[in-house]
């Protein structure tokens, strides 16, 4: 397979009552123009987005939470803007989470055109064909608005069968190089949270530019992606993006850890840390992470395990059995 990469750079409303505040981009509902809390005046801590060239804030925003949903215009399109006010350089998504995309297209109408071209955007094929993921590619493209994909990524690999589809004949890897051959995607990606191995052999078959893992404090106990994974994706010189990074709320609900802490900690191992978000208020909680980032030391990471490594198994559920 080709090693080179290209490097081109029906929906419903977004809220009416959207201000514009900055920069020409609309601010949230209730949202302030004013630095965040605890930090005024300083500048949000961005790092390189793997061999992309693309710079990324430690938290990004994630396709899920209220984005993963049916039917809530009104309540996730604040949630899109909030982010982009406060800095957000990448922002996923997927046919597969419900409405989310039409809810990005949405915001970056409602944003204007600065909005789209100042993040790095990316969505993902859950179909495992050629033919399949480029039809998903187009209703994508449409779906949000643009002329392409910075990212697009073959969704929750699980088992190796799924690499020999992919990797056969008129399998989904045929549609990632025919798309970045015409320009409608700029990176290849990967995701998964079931089976480290499977990611580690994708990496193996071809040069992908990014994967996307689960990195929490509990994830070492067993089948661990950051053991297995990221120093695979380290030694290609891939980026590494985080997700299950508050084990879906799991983790703080039960008390065993802060949501900052488990942020940090995500943080101190990827690029940047996807999080879905359910409320303009959370998009705030996680950026004032963001924006005084400081990276744990071993021995907060390694005390952090520890109180999370007795109830591990209630977290990691969604790793094979």
Same mark, same amino acid.
């Given at each position: 397979?080709?090693?080179?990469?290209?490097?081109?750079?029906?929906?419903?409303?977004?809220?009416?009552?959207?201000?514009?505040?900055?920069?020409?981009?609309?601010?949230?509902?209730?949202?302030?123009?004013?630095?965040?809390?605890?930090?005024?005046?300083?500048?949000?801590?961005?790092?390189?987005?793997?061999?992309?060239?693309?710079?990324?804030?430690?938290?990004?925003?994630?396709?899920?939470?209220?984005?993963?949903?049916?039917?809530?215009?009104?309540?996730?399109?604040?949630?899109?803007?909030?982010?982009?006010?406060?800095?957000?350089?990448?922002?996923?998504?997927?046919?597969?989470?419900?409405?989310?995309?039409?809810?990005?297209?949405?915001?970056?109408?409602?944003?204007?055109?600065?909005?789209?071209?100042?993040?790095?955007?990316?969505?993902?094929?859950?179909?495992?064909?050629?033919?399949?993921?480029?039809?998903?590619?187009?209703?994508?493209?449409?779906?949000?608005?643009?002329?392409?994909?910075?990212?697009?990524?073959?969704?929750?690999?699980?088992?190796?069968?799924?690499?020999?589809?992919?990797?056969?004949?008129? &399998?989904? #890897?045929? =549609?990632?190089?025919? !798309?970045? /051959?015409?320009?409608?995607? @700029?990176? *290849?990606?990967?995701?998964?949270?079931?089976?480290?191995?499977?990611?580690?052999?994708?990496?193996?078959?071809?040069?992908?530019?990014?994967?996307?893992?689960?990195?929490?404090?509990?994830?070492?106990?067993?089948?661990?992606?950051?053991?297995?994974?990221?120093?695979?994706?380290?030694?290609?010189?891939?980026?590494?993006?985080?997700?299950?990074?508050?084990?879906? &709320?799991? #983790?703080? =609900?039960?008390?065993? !850890?802060? /949501?900052?802490?488990?942020? @940090?900690? *995500?943080?101190?191992?990827?690029?940047?840390?996807?999080?879905?978000?359910?409320?303009?208020?959370?998009?705030?909680?996680?950026?004032?992470?963001?924006?005084?980032?400081?990276?744990?030391?071993?021995?907060?990471?390694?005390?952090?395990?520890?109180?999370?490594?007795?109830?591990?198994?209630?977290?990691?559920?969604?790793?094979?059995?």
């Amino acid at each position: 397979m080709n090693r080179s990469s290209t490097t081109r750079g029906t929906a419903e409303t977004a809220p009416s009552g959207a201000e514009k505040s900055f920069g020409g981009m609309p601010a949230a509902q209730g949202a302030s123009s004013a630095p965040l809390a605890g930090v005024p005046g300083t500048a949000p801590v961005e790092r390189l987005l793997g061999r992309t060239g693309h710079r990324v804030l430690p938290v990004s925003l994630g396709g899920e939470g209220v984005l993963r949903t049916t039917g809530k215009m009104r309540q996730a399109v604040p949630v899109i803007l909030e982010a982009l006010r406060l800095g957000v350089r990448y922002c996923d998504t997927a046919p597969a989470y419900q409405q989310s995309q039409d809810y990005y297209g949405a915001a970056f109408r409602e944003a204007g055109p600065d909005s789209r071209r100042s993040i790095f955007l990316a969505s993902k094929t859950h179909q495992r064909s050629r033919d399949g993921s480029l039809r998903l590619l187009d209703d994508s493209l449409r779906r949000l608005g643009t002329d392409h994909l910075d990212l697009w990524q073959l969704h929750d690999l699980r088992q190796p069968e799924e690499l020999d589809e992919i990797f056969g004949r008129g &399998g989904a #890897i045929e =549609a990632i190089e025919q !798309a970045r /051959a015409d320009g409608r995607v @700029r990176f *290849a990606g990967i995701t998964g949270h079931h089976d480290p191995a499977v990611l580690v052999e994708a990496i193996r078959r071809y040069p992908f530019d990014i994967v996307l893992c689960a990195i929490n404090p509990a994830d070492r106990v067993r089948l661990s992606f950051l053991d297995r994974v990221v120093p695979v994706a380290r030694k290609e010189r891939m980026a590494v993006v985080g997700m299950k990074v508050l084990g879906a &709320g799991r #983790i703080v =609900a039960d008390g065993v !850890a802060q /949501a900052p802490e488990l942020i @940090r900690y *995500a943080a101190s191992h990827a690029d940047t840390a996807i999080i879905g978000c359910w409320t303009v208020e959370e998009v705030r909680a996680n950026l004032a992470v963001a924006h005084r980032f400081i990276p744990m030391t071993p021995q907060e990471l390694v005390d952090l395990e520890s109180r999370l490594e007795p109830m591990a198994s209630s977290y990691d559920d969604y790793k094979r059995g």
